[in-house]
Nanobody, 121 residues
Framework: QVRLVESGGGLVQAGGSLRLSCAAS????????MGWFRQAPGKEREFVTA????????YYADSVKGRFAIARDNAKNTVYLQMNSLKPEDTAVYYC??????????????WGQGTQVTVSS
């Protein structure tokens, strides 16, 4: 069992940066790949990025490639999402999830409650 709590969301101007954190409880955190997903109002949830259990492999959606970076610290049971050059279309609730190294939400059995990111133009 893994419990996930996101933090770091907020309001930022276009072109700005935010760093999201996802703190996990449970001894098995390092066994799971971690992902970030987002859901904008009126839209379906979409994949943002994922990282393998060791941190050695990362994947990004084309829409965030080159702007966002995922990292994890297994000693701190935390995964991070550094978001740079933010755009208004990045506005969404961001969720971290634990599970398989996959861009499918169905392969992540554990989810956080989400943190709101709002990018003003």
């Amino acid at each position: 069992q893994v419990r996930l709590v996101e933090s770091g969301g907020g309001l930022v101007q276009a072109g700005g940066s935010l760093r999201l954190s996802c703190a996990a409880s449970g001894r098995t955190f390092s066994s799971y790949a971690m992902g970030w997903f987002r859901q904008a109002p009126g839209k379906e949830r979409e994949f943002v990025t994922a990282i393998s259990w060791s941190g050695g492999r990362t994947y990004y959606a084309d829409s965030v490639k080159g702007r966002f970076a995922i990292a994890r610290d297994n000693a701190k049971n935390t995964v991070y999402l550094q978001m740079n050059s933010l755009k208004p279309e990045d506005t969404a609730v961001y969720y971290c999830a634990a599970g398989a190294l996959s861009d499918s939400g169905k392969e992540h059995p554990y989810w956080g409650q989400g943190t709101q990111v709002t990018v003003s133009s």
